[in-house]
């Protein structure tokens, strides 16, 4: 069945940056558009960032433009989330999911931006 699993978040400082991983297995990860979404505690799910099949035509989300890179690696069914310059307000469980298919998330991965 349909597996993604996120890794790589943690606490930081503002200013600070983190890598986010999402492994995926049980589908064909490289022929499916995938996307990083977000959740803080107490809001709905935020959408933070797109890239198409080919790894190319990524988009983001106003708020996290410029300070966040989204890219994959086909070859090791991997997404990732570069995060820079990060702010309290990007305090969030992060998830992968196909982009037409949010339930597909995993369990997500804590990131927490505080001093």
């Known amino acids: 069945q349909v597996q993604l699993v996120e890794s790589g978040g943690g606490l930081v400082q503002p200013g600070g940056s983190l890598r986010l991983s999402c492994t995926a297995s049980g589908f064909s990860f490289s022929t499916y558009s995938m996307t990083w979404i977000r959740q803080a505690a107490g809001k709905e799910l935020e959408w933070v960032s797109s890239i198409n099949k080919s790894g190319g035509i990524p988009n983001y989300a106003d708020s996290v433009k410029g300070r966040f890179t989204i890219s994959r690696d086909n070859a090791k069914n991997t997404l990732y989330l570069q995060m820079t310059n990060l702010k309290p307000e990007d305090t969030a469980v992060y998830y992968c999911?196909?982009?037409?298919?949010?339930?597909?998330r995993g369990q997500g991965t804590q990131v927490t931006v505080s001093s």
């Open positions: 999911a196909k982009v037409l298919d949010w339930g597909s």
